[in-house]
């Protein structure tokens, strides 16, 4: 299911990912994007910035248990329901 | 028991006159100058529009996992430390990794990274730097990425001197060999300076030439920025000789001064004392050196004083040096120039060629040494000396001789 949120997600994925013409999915597994894990820490700085949450370190080391795309969306799903 | 002699079984080298040793030299002999004007960086409201680029990268095919991680004098290092460790046919293993080291000289830093990171917080207005803002930009990063490339995990650092950082990168890596803390050193130095703020604060020293590069020539008017990066393969003579590797050329000896007067203004007696060091340290006599490959900038200070340092050092033999400056053609590559100015001369004493200094226009009765203008000469080079002097008056000379 692609909605609005996941789809943003997946676009900034996107301009981080080397797919070589592959599709990133929900289901696709973070350490198949071919992204250096400190990059993905920069991904989820952009995610704190466009959708104003605020992730702490200890969330960001929680976030080392995300096994795909769609675990992340879920993760920032939830911080975001938690804002509200 | 005399001191193992340390030699050279690769070179590598990327810069505006090509992107392998052999297109460089042959641009060298060529006296081809690749001065022109920049077009791969955005140069905004500057005022100098010249230095020497590299056009194009050659294929490397990096992932780009790990071209994110690095600035682009890392990744010319990768590629220089890439085609002089083949060029040695050195197989790199588990048994052998951690007695060979690399030791990569720059004068600026992640100069891109920098430029990237400052547009982006103080002009548009994001509000943090790239997270390898700092892996990127730091001194030390292209001897770490070298490493990493290329499985090396002896005595690994960075080394910077200004513009002399690749010949105190070179001295220092013999010695990591001599002193038995390795076996083989990957040594050279790598900038990739071609950006707005560097460039900016080389304009406000006004020492940038407007047109070209014009060593010892009475009508120079400056430097001018390149970019590269150059490496050699050093070993110890026997590890050389154990394993059968080609000889290319001996690194005979390093002498290192400081002028310890002023930040910027040059003396004769520090580049003199090195000089003086370096022969001494390389067992030469001035009358068994042929090629002395200058600093030769092209300001008006340096070439006169560089002259005359030349001229204490070896007294009635300068007048029968064949001295160049190579900067002519590759431009002032900063932390990179020694390196590739070791190529100049590795290459001189092989082939029996003097590299030229191109653009040459006009006699100065100040720089009077037989600088070979403009056409290379042919000549029997049995040891030569590459002079590398920087702001901050640290000086630091390497001596070659034929194998």
């Known amino acids: 299911m692609a909605d609005k949120l996941s789809q943003e997600i997946i676009d900034k994925i996107k301009a981080h990912a080397d797919m070589e013409g592959g599709e990133v999915t929900p289901e696709t597994e973070l350490n198949a994007l071919g992204i250096h894990s400190l990059e993905l820490t920069e991904i989820i700085f952009d995610l704190e910035e466009a959708y104003g949450i605020e992730i702490e370190m200890n969330t960001v080391e929680a976030w080392g248990n995300l096994k795909n795309v769609g675990d992340m969306v879920a993760a920032v799903r939830e911080l975001i329901g938690a804002k509200a | ?403």
């Not at chain 2, 080609?246 to 310890?260: H, K, P, Q, R, V």
């Open chain 2, 1 to 403: 028991m005399g001191r193992s002699r340390v030699v050279i079984t690769g070179l590598g080298g990327l810069c505006g006159l090509g992107t392998s040793v052999r297109e460089i030299w042959a641009a060298m002999r060529a006296g081809r100058s690749s001065i022109g004007e920049i077009t791969t960086a955005p140069l905004h409201e500057l005022k100098v529009r010249i230095g020497a680029e590299i056009k194009e990268l050659p294929e490397h095919g990096l992932e780009k996992k790990r071209l994110v991680t690095m600035d682009r004098y890392s990744l010319i290092a990768i590629l220089a430390a890439g085609e002089a460790l083949a060029q040695a046919g050195l197989k790199i293993d588990e048994n052998n990794a951690s007695r060979i080291g690399a030791s990569v000289g720059t004068g600026i830093f992640g100069a891109e990274t920098v430029e990237e990171n400052y547009r982006g917080l103080f002009i548009e207005g994001r509000s943090r730097a790239n997270v390898f803002a700092v892996p990127r930009i730091m001194p030390g990063a292209p001897a770490g990425q070298v490493s990493m490339e290329h499985g090396l995990r002896g005595p690994v650092f960075g080394v910077t001197s200004a513009c002399a950082s690749s010949n105190h990168a070179i001295a220092i890596a013999a010695d990591q060999l001599r002193l038995g803390r390795a076996d083989v050193m990957v040594a050279g130095g790598t900038d990739a300076p071609l950006s707005y703020g560097v460039l900016k604060g080389w304009e406000a020293l006004r020492a940038l030439a407007r047109e070209t590069c014009r060593p010892f020539s009475a009508d120079r008017d400056g430097l001018v920025i390149g970019e590269g990066a150059g490496m050699a393969v050093l070993e110890t003579y026997e590890h050389a000789t154990a394993r059968g590797a080609t000889i290319l050329a001996e690194l005979a000896g390093s002498g290192m001064s400081a002028d310890a007067t002023d930040i910027v203004a040059p003396t004769v007696e520090g580049p003199a004392a090195a000089m003086r060091a370096c022969l001494a340290d390389a067992g030469l006599k001035p009358e068994d050196v042929d090629y002395v490959n200058a600093h030769g900038t092209g300001t008006k200070a340096n070439d006169e004083i560089e002259t005359a340092a030349i001229r204490r050092v070896f007294g009635a033999h300068a007048d029968r040096l064949s001295v160049s400056s190579t900067k002519s053609m590759h431009a002032h590559c900063m932390g990179a120039s020694g390196a590739l100015e070791m190529i100049a001369c590795v290459m001189a004493i092989r082939e029996g060629l003097v590299p030229p200094t191109a653009n040459y226009r006009e006699k100065d009765a100040a720089c009077d040494l037989d600088i070979t203008p403009n056409v290379a000469r042919e000549r029997k080079i049995r040891a030569a000396i590459s002079n590398g002097f920087a702001f901050g008056g640290t000086n630091a000379v390497l001596a070659f001789r034929a194998a």
